[in-house]
């Protein structure tokens, strides 16, 4: 059967408009990179990052400058203190009250799967945390300077107080206690209590979040 091409110069027309989508789309990735790529010189301070809004939502956490470690749900210095931490429900003992937040610290549970060898998102404590562990004497050393934290809620958190998709700035927060407690299977877990500054308090449902995909 033979086709017969249109010759009013749809073709060309169409094709001009896919390259200049394609064109639009490969300018926004690059603005976007820009951007964070601006933004993660801040990664390693304390308090808010310039340009970045409580309520602003990226789809992952590679994506989000305002907590710069792709795995950790801490990011700090056990010398200086924590910039920032994630909220994502890691571990059941965390509690999420919006204003209020108690957070268990890292460490001392089997991240990777003994039959498979594959990493999972938790598995069953096995032994105390310590305040040596990955990123928990940096909370520590925050409730003794009282540097603020930045706090991000992940879509994964169980809480009324996360975002429906993605990881969302959620402000910054001051750590007001650490201590050790014992859980049920015998096992000792670090424990911070963090409250949201007067000057960030929390928004729940941001009627003007920005959103970066």
Not at 5 to 16: N, Q, R
Not at 55 to 72: L, N, Y
Not at 94 to 120: A, L, M, N
Not at 203 to 210: G, H, Q
Request: glycine share 8%.
């Amino acid at each position: 059967m033979l086709t017969v091409l249109p010759t009013d110069g749809t073709i060309t027309a169409t094709a001009e408009c896919a390259a200049s989508s394609i064109a639009e789309i490969q300018k926004e990735e690059q603005e976007r990179k820009q951007r964070n790529e601006r933004l993660l010189k801040f990664a390693k301070t304390f308090g808010s990052i310039p340009g970045v809004e409580v309520g602003d939502t990226w789809s992952s956490r590679a994506e989000c400058p305002v907590h710069r470690v792709p795995m950790q749900g801490i990011h700090g210095s056990k010398d200086d203190g924590c910039y920032s931490i994630a909220i994502s429900n890691l571990y059941k003992y965390d509690s999420d009250f919006g204003e209020t937040v108690i957070y268990t610290g890292s460490g001392g549970f089997e991240h990777y799967d003994p039959k498979s060898g594959k990493r999972r998102r938790t598995g069953p404590q096995v032994r105390d945390q310590q305040w040596s562990d990955f990123g928990n004497m940096s909370l520590y050393v925050s409730r003794e300077t009282g540097n603020p934290v930045r706090v991000i809620r992940s879509w994964k958190t169980v809480s009324k107080y996360a975002p429906a998709f993605g990881y969302r700035y959620d402000g910054l927060y001051t750590v007001k206690d650490a201590w050790k407690e014992q859980t049920e299977n015998g096992f000792k877990i670090c424990r911070y209590r963090l409250e949201v500054s007067k000057a960030s308090r929390l928004v729940s449902c941001p009627m003007k979040a920005r959103i970066f995909l």
